[in-house]
């Protein structure tokens, strides 16, 4: 009976840490975008990481079948083990320098942590200075390695630099200012403690050496201690994952839930079933392959039908999406009338419209800022280009319907060739949305009472559709126009987080220009120079002069970092007359034409003469003096802040007069 119950808690948790290496696995690899930017972040991953390593080799010990195969994993489990210190650290020193206590004593202690973690892992693989192999590997129930003589030097070391690590998150907390940040962070502190619990049994049953069976209460002591352990994970997780984040808490808080909810939840739901099924389906007289592929099936189809079924009611009790602004964008998108959905629309009015006239063929004519453009036809319609450019409408637009000499117009319609046409207004004022036409049944228009009914209906449901797509088009260009400066703001807002007064008494853009990856922002933009998310979205949208060129520019920031980048390419340019090979002109050349002209690399190789290989280094160097060029412009903004775009341009001509294109 207790070797029974043993053997039921063993498999309980080789399924716990089974789960803790699947969840810690996802938050690695959502977080793998971030990692590169964000220090916090990178140094939380490599922490979870190490621990990952540790559950998954402990978990395929217990299933090795050769001593050598156990032995090799035990040791490699220490990977995992030797390193949590170091990376435990990483992360204290990350969370103490968001709070602005930047120390280069403290870096220099992260990287000899880590050089520290290699050699004591070193020792562990091929020395049997710090662990040695039991003699009983495979018997022992808790497969392990003996202490070596120095193991001691190792326990030692673990907790001191756990108690330092601690210790600066304690320091961190006290340095927070606001509600927000303190809190977090108090969590954080009460939960650092995860990683060391995690591994730390390892480090007593290699010290210890126990040999046959555990005892059911040290058994019952290790499940609770992983399901502590997972849930201290969970709650760091969730407070670190807004480090480093530029979106709004509410929008990291959400896409959070629902990648757990779909990824590492619905993996782990799907693991237990598999585990369970295989063991009971001979007792239930199946197959064991047939058992696990129904199971599995069913499973990931029920997960995802009670993600998509409760996904509101889960919102609601984890507080997500309940602002009302959040709310109302959600119930805009969800009613958004796209082009898509407008063409559907009118088609089937269209429809209905040759049905109740009798007519093979109906269309609708929307008028826009291009001129006249065909919306939707139902039928066959003859001589569209012509329709399309008659010199009538432009009059029509601005009738404000009263009769127009120049149209034929007869009982309300205009009669024009085979057609009848009706003008689409707006509803609240009089201006020309559009035209309805549909072939001509007879020589003039001949509705009945009953047909003007219905076609008076169906003409204010199109014109009311043609009205609510130009008010959205209106929101879209003001969201456009405002979306580069809610995302500077949304930049700032994250990092005046933790950043405090520095942060808000920076002046823009300062920090910017000094950026080591501000010669990629520039590339970035240059790559989307006529329209792309990388320039709508480019964080060179908060340099100083590009809000000074917004006020040019209509207030859209995107024309005014295109004008800036104009700019800076035209300093580039030589004096005298344009070359297309001389070595003065090479850099400008590639500006010009590459991003400026949207040409092909191998069609500007071609006319500069040169091999693609060749352009590419040259396009480097041509980019990184634009971005010098910006630079330099941004910190003649910055020495004189209230000096308007007209006057600084003469001042940025003698920044530059005789500006030397150099590294070519």
């Known amino acids: 009976m207790s070797s029974s119950l043993t053997d039921v808690l063993a498999f309980i948790n080789d399924l716990l840490q089974a789960v803790i290496v699947i969840f810690g696995t996802a938050v690695v690899l959502y977080n793998s975008g971030r990692a590169r930017r ?23 010990v217990s299933q090795a079948l050769l001593p050598v195969s156990a032995e090799i994993l035990l040791r490699l489990e220490w990977v995992g083990i030797a390193m949590v210190p170091a990376a435990q650290f990483h992360l204290s020193d990350a969370l103490l320098a968001t709070t602005g206590a930047i120390s280069r004593r403290r870096r220099l202690l992260v990287r000899a942590g880590y050089i520290s973690g290699l050699l004591f892992l070193g020792l562990v693989l091929f020395t049997d200075y710090i662990v040695t192999t039991s003699a009983n590997l495979l018997i022992n ?25 601690i210790y600066n998150v304690w320091r961190a907390r006290h340095r927070c200012l606001t509600r927000t940040t303190r809190q977090r962070m108090t969590t954080t502190l009460l ?25 059911i209460w040290l058994w019952l002591v290790v499940i609770f201690g992983n399901i502590v352990v997972g849930t201290m994970f969970a709650i760091m997780t969730a407070h670190l994952i807004y480090f480093g984040a530029a979106s709004p808490d509410r929008v990291v808080r959400v896409k959070l839930f629902k990648f757990m909810a779909r990824v590492p939840l619905a993996a782990s739901i799907v693991l237990v079933v598999y585990v369970v099924v295989q063991r009971i389906s001979p007792g239930i007289g199946i197959p064991v392959e047939t058992a696990v592929a129904v199971a599995i099936v069913a499973t990931v189809m029920l997960v995802e039908w009670a993600i998509h079924a409760y996904k509101r009611p889960l ?41 109740a006239l009798r007519t093979p063929t109906s269309f609708v004519v929307a008028m826009t800022a291009a001129g006249p453009q065909i919306e939707s036809v ?15 409408w432009q009059e029509l637009a601005h009738a404000n ?22 003008p689409l207004h707006s509803r609240h004022r009089d201006d020309l949305l559009g035209i309805l036409g549909i072939r001509a049944r007879a020589t003039a228009p001949n509705l009945t009472e009953q047909e003007w009914h219905i076609l008076d209906n169906l003409e204010d449901q199109i014109a009311a559709a043609l009205e609510d797509r130009i008010l959205q088009q209106e929101v879209f260009a003001a969201v456009e126009g405002l979306l580069p400066q809610i995302i500077a703001l949304q930049q700032r807002r994250s990092e005046a987080t933790f950043g405090g007064l520095p942060v808000f008494t920076a002046v823009a853009g300062d920090t910017l220009v000094d950026d080591p990856d501000f010669n990629s922002m520039v590339r970035d933009a240059l790559r989307d120079y006529w329209g792309g998310p990388k320039l709508t979205k480019s964080p060179l949208m908060r340099l ?101 775009r007209e006057e600084a341009e ?11 294109i150099g590294n070519q």
């Open 315 to 355: 919102e609601r009790f984890f507080h997500l999406n309940n602002d009302p602004d959040v709310q109302r964008i959600q119930q805009l998108g969800e009613r958004l009338l796209t082009t898509s959905d407008l063409h559907q629309f009118l088609e089937s009015i269209l429809a209905a419209t040759c049905e």
């Open 141 to 165: 129930e808790t497969r392990h390695l003996d202490a070596g003589p120095f193991f001691v030097v190792f326990v030692v070391y673990f907790w001191a630099v756990t108690a330092a690590s």
């Open 650 to 660: 003469p001042l940025s001509e003698s920044i530059f007069s005789g500006h030397v």
């Open 544 to 644: 100083r002069i590009v809000q000074q060129a917004m006020e040019e520019y209509d207030n859209n920031a995107t024309k005014a970092l295109r004008a800036i980048l104009n700019d800076a390419i035209e300093l580039q340019k030589p004096e005298g007359e344009r070359n297309l090979t001389t070595g003065e002109w090479i850099l400008y050349n590639i500006l010009e034409l590459k991003f400026v002209q949207g040409q092909r690399v191998r069609d500007v190789a071609r006319r500069l003469a040169m091999s693609e290989s060749d352009l590419y280094r040259k396009q480097r160097v041509a980019i990184e003096n634009v971005a010098s060029t910006i630079g330099e412009l941004e910190k003649a903004a910055l020495s004189e802040p209230d000096l308007p």
């Open 38 to 60: 964000d220090r916090v972040t990178r140094s939380f991953c490599a922490l979870i990481g190490f621990v990952i390593i540790t559950y998954f080799a402990e978990t395929l």
């Open 191 to 215: 939960v650092f403690l995860a990683a060391p619990l995690a591994v730390f049994p390892y480090l007593i049953l290699s010290s210890n050496a126990p040999m046959g069976e555990l005892p």
């Open 401 to 422: 319907g009263e009769e127009v000499p120049d149209l034929h117009m007869v009982d309300g319609f205009i009669v024009w060739q085979e057609y009848w046409l009706r």
């Open 378 to 392: 139902i039928g066959p319609l003859a001589d569209s280009e012509t329709l399309l450019q008659h010199n009538g």
